[in-house]
């Protein structure tokens, strides 16, 4: 099974930066990601988003990068969010707790709208 | 994978069957290969889609475990998984050459706050996850290979169907 590296590209949106995720986060998707998360820290947002639309494997690595990404984000008073992940994905981030410090939303228009309200 | 067919291979006496053995080199990304050849193996057990992705990402992280922490990614060193079944319980078993002492799950609990505060390091999930994806976990070593077996029960499989074959309603 052919490994899928991680794209990552940064747009902004309703003025949350919101990095779209395409592949694998694993191992091999620390470069990528963390490129993402400081072009989209550069613009000073109060909220990042992390769409997972199409990505379709995370491991436990992976996890520890989006913890990585969570710390930066906290430190400097960022809010960090999370959304179109699959069901399976869900679970992970409840079991792991990324979900009482990350608000996860099923779609990005969801996850605009709370980063709005909130 | 090697796949021993319906009638399969006794194991032990325990009535479970051997339904496919496959050897992997240790290289990163091969547990995503682990985890795509045991699905296809297990496909007629009949597993509902969220257990069989479970199931699959306890396979992926207990051979990047053994592929990293057993055989230090070196290819030449395979990890062997084996698939067994019975008609109670689904078992995978991932051996590797055990170059590192037997992790010890509970004291590798990861606490995300500390992570957070930088207490704890980023990483530490493996085990973690491994033990909230099936039923139960068994590790097990000898002078030369530790052994991971991954064990899902078939039993709450026909429960969570509920009496009539379909979905619980509850």
Request: net charge negative.
């Amino acid at each position: 099974m052919p490994a899928k590296y991680l794209e990552a590209e940064v747009r902004q949106e309703a003025g949350v930066a919101v990095i779209e995720l395409r592949g694998e986060i694993d191992g091999f998707a620390q470069e990528a990601l963390t490129a993402a998360y400081e072009e989209a820290e550069a613009g000073r947002p109060e909220t990042v988003l992390l769409d997972f639309e199409r990505v379709d494997y995370i491991n436990s690595t992976g996890i520890a990068l989006i913890v990585g990404l969570l710390a930066k984000a906290r430190a400097a008073k960022r809010r960090l969010l999370a959304c179109n992940l699959s069901d399976h994905y869900v679970e992970i981030f409840n079991i792991t707790r990324l979900s009482d410090f990350m608000g996860v939303y099923p779609d990005r228009n969801s996850a605009l709208e709370g980063a709005a309200t909130t | 994978m090697t796949a021993s067919g319906q009638s399969g291979h006794p194991d032990n006496g325990e009535g479970r069957r051997l339904l496919a053995e496959l050897d992997l080199p240790s290289e990163p990304g091969n547990e995503r290969q682990a985890a795509g050849e045991v699905a296809e193996v297990v496909e007629g057990l009949g597993l509902q889609p969220e257990r069989l992705e479970r199931l699959k990402t306890a396979v992926a992280e207990a051979t990047m475990n053994a592929m990293e922490h057993g055989n230090g990614y070196r290819p030449e060193i395979p990890v062997t998984l084996k698939v067994f079944a019975s008609c109670r319980e689904l078992s995978v078993r991932i051996t590797d050459r055990g170059g590192s002492p037997v992790p010890v799950p509970d004291q590798e609990a990861p606490d995300l706050m500390a992570k957070l505060e930088g207490l704890q390091t980023p990483r530490g999930w493996g085990l973690f996850l491994i033990q909230n994806m099936v039923d139960e976990m068994n590790i097990t070593s000898d002078e030369e290979h530790h052994t991971v077996e991954l064990v899902v029960r078939l039993e709450e499989l026909e429960r969570a169907r509920g009496p009539e074959g379909g979905e619980d309603a509850s």
